[in-house]
């Protein structure tokens, strides 16, 4: 089975430091999401990638983050400088485009203390 | 933007019952419908998925309908079992856009 893989799979870091977590997504597919979810407010999505080009990232919040593709094989979202408040799980999510299915990484666990 | 609402938000059924996850969704422009569940722990996965020019769509317990006049479309789990208690999301997606129900945890009783 193709998968998107995660890394980390857990991080815990202290407020103020910088956080970059990687995502592969599954070969040959060109649309990318993240997320982030947490109890209070589910899955939240914050870029949206096709074909390496951003084409939605008003989900997330510019002062702090930012998600990059350097390639097709790799994309990133980086926090800097982390809050306790961004403690959640962050997704990656890889698919062929709309109408299709996407396929969830198993997520990067974020504990920012 | 797309605004995707989903009900209820817990579902109790004993062992062999039906259950029923409604959403409803504002963008018409949206024209797929995927359905993830997502156990304690892990990461969503696809379980079913309808396209705007289809009504409904079954997969042995599991059928999803989709009312594009309405806009709203659902989920039914036939015959229950203690595996199927998880979290449920819906989600409505376009070309820039997959957006996600604040999901339905569902219960199943022996």
């Known amino acids: 089975d193709a998968r998107v893989t995660q890394t980390p799979r857990h991080k815990v870091t202290e407020m103020g430091q910088e956080v970059t977590m990687r995502c592969q997504p599954i070969?040959?597919?060109?649309?990318v999401f993240w997320y982030r979810q947490t109890m209070m407010q589910g899955l939240e999505l914050l870029a949206y990638?096709?074909?390496?080009?951003?084409?939605?990232d008003s989900g997330m919040p510019k002062d702090r983050f930012s998600a990059e593709m350097p390639d097709a094989t790799l994309a990133t979202l980086k926090i800097q400088p982390s809050e306790p408040r961004d403690s959640a799980v962050y997704f990656c999510a890889s698919g062929e485009g709309p109408i299709y299915g996407y396929t969830f990484g198993s997520g990067t666990r974020l504990t920012v203390v | 933007g797309e605004n995707v609402e989903q009900h209820p938000s817990t579902l109790s059924v004993q062992e062999g019952d039906s259950a029923v996850i409604k959403c409803t969704y504002s963008d018409s422009a949206s024209n797929y419908f995927p359905w993830y569940k997502q156990e304690l722990g892990k990461r969503p996965q696809l379980i079913i998925d309808?396209?705007?020019?289809?009504g409904e769509k079954k997969d042995q317990r599991i059928a999803v309908t989709l009312n594009k006049t309405a806009k709203h479309f659902s989920l039914h789990i036939t015959e229950t079992q203690p595996e199927d208690s998880a979290v449920y999301f819906c989600?409505?997606?376009?070309?820039?856009?997959?957006?996600f129900g604040k999901g339905t945890m569902l219960l199943v009783s022996p």
């Open positions: 989600a409505g997606a376009g070309y820039s856009t997959l957006t």
């Open positions: 070969l040959g597919h060109n649309t």
């Open positions: 990638f096709r074909n390496r080009a951003p084409l939605d």
């Open positions: 309808i396209r705007s020019n289809v």
